[in-house]
Nanobody, 129 residues
């Protein structure tokens, strides 16, 4: 089992930037290492389904993005710090949502919400026009 804690959300004007962090604070000695989890970011706006935003492989060598954020968002990870980041540039009002970090000990990135066993509580991002 892995606990996930997101941070970095806030209020920003359109065109601005934010960096989200997802930390897995500590683990039991018998637990899987953070580096053996696929980590993804999903987001959910009011009245809408939770949607895939970005995902990163175990070692960080593979990434995947939703079409709506390609070229603007960058996902990265630092396994030594048990942390995944999402740099969000050129933010738009339609990026406004609660952003969730999700993890699963799978081998490949999935864009399906149901494929992830562990979730954080989310961090709110609000982009004003």
């Amino acid at each position: 089992q892995v606990q996930l804690v997101e941070s970095g959300g806030g209020l920003v004007q359109a065109g601005g930037s934010l960096r989200l962090s997802c930390v897995a604070p500590g683990r039991a000695p018998s637990a899987r290492a953070f580096s053996t989890y696929i980590i993804t970011w999903f987001r959910q706006a009011p009245g809408r389904e939770r949607e895939f935003v970005a995902g990163i492989s175990w070692g960080g060598g593979e990434t995947e993005y939703a079409d709506s954020v390609k070229g603007r968002f960058t996902i990265s990870r630092d396994n030594a710090k048990n942390t995944v980041y999402q740099q969000m540039n050129s933010l738009k009002p339609e990026d406004t949502a609660n952003y969730y970090c999700a993890a699963d000990p799978r081998y490949t990135i999935s864009i399906q919400r149901d494929d992830y066993a562990y979730w954080g509580q989310g961090t709110q991002v609000t982009v004003s026009s």
